[in-house]
């Protein structure tokens, strides 16, 4: 009893220590999970900007400047950084990553700006920068799966785990469970396309 | 020590809340999606519905991620290789200055999204293919974007009538999050197989299965099949 007492004890300090931890990175990966599970309905990374207009077409023989000139004065843009010409294209690119492209008499300009935090925020959640983040969030995993086991043990409560205790640990089991089952899981709708030559469906799969 | 009926009104408001939302998000979304509907109705002329199962049309394209390329017309080099006899070696003004087409195609993303009746604008790949002597022994394209990507199809899907190597949606340019300047089309495949930020198309004997093939996404992809996952 006393052991168990103790061990709970223990529990508990180092629950609390990586909750403390934990903050920062909950943040990250919770806020960019919201953003991203949602990437077809908005664009989680960038505020998007696009406007067309209409323009007397830039004639071939136009200099690339003059050409530049004419195209950034009618998107009221500033001179840009670079000028590119292709077929019929003007294309006008500017440092902070502003595009100006004329095809024929139509004129578009593309703008954006990244999102504060969220843009950083999935970088890390997308692990885009590779190295050693990768260690980074495996140790965050790992510290996840001890909140969540430790979590079950540390304050024994009047009931322990019964009753209510069990039924939300239940239902945080079923509520995927059910939801594989009903939707099919992964086998769901798998149809089978034609495998490429020596190699069976199963092969392609990590 | 905590007052059990206000926790359980708590909860019963929190229900009832979310409820409520959910609700309203349905109705919003049924009410909104007459494009759909239509679509359903519509058939492709090779007699498959227009809209595969389990899509919902959307009217503008969405940007779905991926690791960016420069996005600069000026950098874009475009390498056509693997079994062929003639390597190409492109950059944009040369692929300006190819047999150019515009392909009426609708596309198909895995997330659900459907954009319908897009004009097209760019070079077939199999016009590329024919430029580079394909050779008889080649079975599958392997489509090359910037940081690595690739995505693989057969021989056939990418060399398809409307398999593009696409520079312009509707007459506009694509911006940087949509693959700019250049990204390949095989719009009866899901559209991740139509790379962005494209760079290279290699054509080769085995199948080599790609970035979202090989973390679990359906190695053919076709829409109409619902082969989204593996």
Same mark, same amino acid.
């Given at each position: ?206 | ?127 590329? +293919? *024919?430029? @580079?002597? &394909? $050779? ?6 392997? =489509?090359?974007?910037?940081? #690595? ?10 060399? +398809? *009538?409307? @398999?593009? &190597? $696409? ?6 340019? =694509?911006?940087?999050?949509? #693959? ?29 299965? #790609? ?20």
């Amino acid at each position: 009893m006393i052991e168990w007492k103790r061990w709970r004890g223990w529990l508990r300090a180092v629950h609390r220590d990586c909750g403390y931890i934990a903050v920062g990175f909950t943040l990250i990966y919770a806020l960019s999970g919201l953003a991203i599970n949602h990437i077809k309905d908005w664009d989680p990374n960038f505020h998007q900007r696009e406007r067309t207009l209409t323009i007397t077409p830039v004639p071939d023989e136009a200099s690339d400047a003059e050409a530049a000139k004419r195209v950034a004065e009618a998107a009221g843009m500033g001179a840009p950084d670079d000028v590119y010409r292709a077929g019929d294209e003007v294309r006008l690119a500017y440092a902070d990553g502003s595009q100006v492209t004329a095809v024929g008499e139509q004129v578009t300009v593309q703008q954006r700006s990244p999102r504060f935090f969220l843009r950083v925020a999935n970088w890390l959640h997308y692990n885009r920068g590779k190295k050693a983040w990768t260690y980074v969030a495996d140790l965050y995993a790992v510290m996840l799966l001890y909140l969540a086991i430790s979590g079950l043990f540390m304050i024994k409560g009047r009931l322990g785990l019964k009753w209510r205790g069990a039924a939300l640990v239940t239902a945080g089991i079923a509520v995927p469970l059910v939801y594989v089952l009903w939707s099919g899981g992964p086998e769901a709708k798998k149809g089978l396309g034609p495998a490429p030559s020596g190699l069976s469906q199963t092969e392609h799969e990590r | 020590m905590s007052d059990p009926r206000s926790r359980r009104d708590f909860i019963r408001s929190a229900a009832a809340g979310t409820l409520l939302i959910a609700a309203g998000g349905a109705l919003v979304r049924l009410a909104a999606d007459d494009l759909t509907k239509e679509a359903r109705a519509q058939k492709r002329a090779d007699g498959r519905p227009r809209l595969p199962p389990g899509q919902r049309v959307i009217e503008y394209l969405k940007p779905m991620g991926g690791d960016e390329g420069s996005g600069d017309a000026r950098d874009f080099r475009l390498r056509v290789h693997g079994l062929v006899k003639k390597p190409l070696d492109l950059d944009y003004k040369s692929l300006l200055a190819l047999t150019q087409v515009t392909k009426e195609a609708d596309v198909h993303c895995v997330t659900g999204w459907s954009l319908l009746g897009g004009q097209w604008k760019g070079v077939q790949v199999a016009t590329l +293919a *024919d430029m @580079a002597g &394909v $050779t008889g022994e080649a079975r599958y394209v392997i =489509f090359e974007a910037a940081n #690595g990507f690739t995505a693989n199809t057969a021989l056939r899907d990418a060399t +398809a *009538d409307a @398999a593009l &190597v $696409t520079y312009r949606l509707n007459g506009k340019p =694509f911006s940087i999050d949509h #693959g700019a300047p250049v990204r390949g089309l095989v719009p009866d495949l899901y559209f991740w197989k139509s790379a962005k930020w494209l760079t290279g198309i290699r054509f080769v004997r085995d199948d080599e299965p #790609g970035y979202w093939e090989r973390r679990g996404y359906n190695n053919h992809a076709d829409p109409w099949k619902e082969e989204r996952y593996s």
